[in-house]
């Protein structure tokens, strides 16, 4: 009876242990990949030596739509922007708080309208809705009285990207927002 419970605690052994040393056998040159998919690993060296906060660097196209309703404090710019990224994505939201260039004050907030789809190296419209703040009425009023237009960016926006979550430092430009 000791016989057979000793040849069946080595087969448990075996079948749980041996596959485990042949998969670590297999990957004994490259450990990393039995945790990171080789995909994942080619997406990261196709960056290179890309700084991540610089991944998601909007280029603009062309000038941008600007729409404004003063009644609601509520703007809305839609621009062309050229995909950073060398695999197609969809960009599901970037948040984060507005503010004035020339002041760096901090304005309000905006977000991402709705998902954007973009090819490798393509261009989509990306648009961004945002709503000023009493504050940023007030700022207007002193610090901007009889402009009719202010600068602004997204500053350190939030950008998801699928399972891709960035946190940019660098201000987003918007452009230009009528105050009137």
Sequence with gaps: MNKVRLALVLLTVAITVGPILGVVLLYRDNLIGLIVPD???????????????????????????????????????????????????????MTGPIECDEHHFALGTASLK??????????????????????????????????????VSLAEATIKAGTLTIKYSSPISIGEIPLT
């Design 39 to 93: 995909e994942i690993n080619q997406i990261m060296d196709s960056f290179g030596n890309i700084n991540p906060q610089n991944i998601i660097q909007p280029q603009q196209t062309g000038p941008p739509d600007v729409q404004y309703d003063p009644s609601s404090r509520t703007f809305t710019v839609a621009f062309q922007m050229k995909s950073p990224f060398p695999f197609d994505t969809t960009i599901d939201s």
């Design 114 to 151: 709705n998902p954007v789809s973009m090819k490798a190296g393509g261009t989509a419209t990306v648009t961004v809705q945002g709503t000023w703040t009493d504050a940023a009425v007030n700022h207007f009023e002193t610090a901007h009285k009889g402009e009719q237009k202010v600068k």
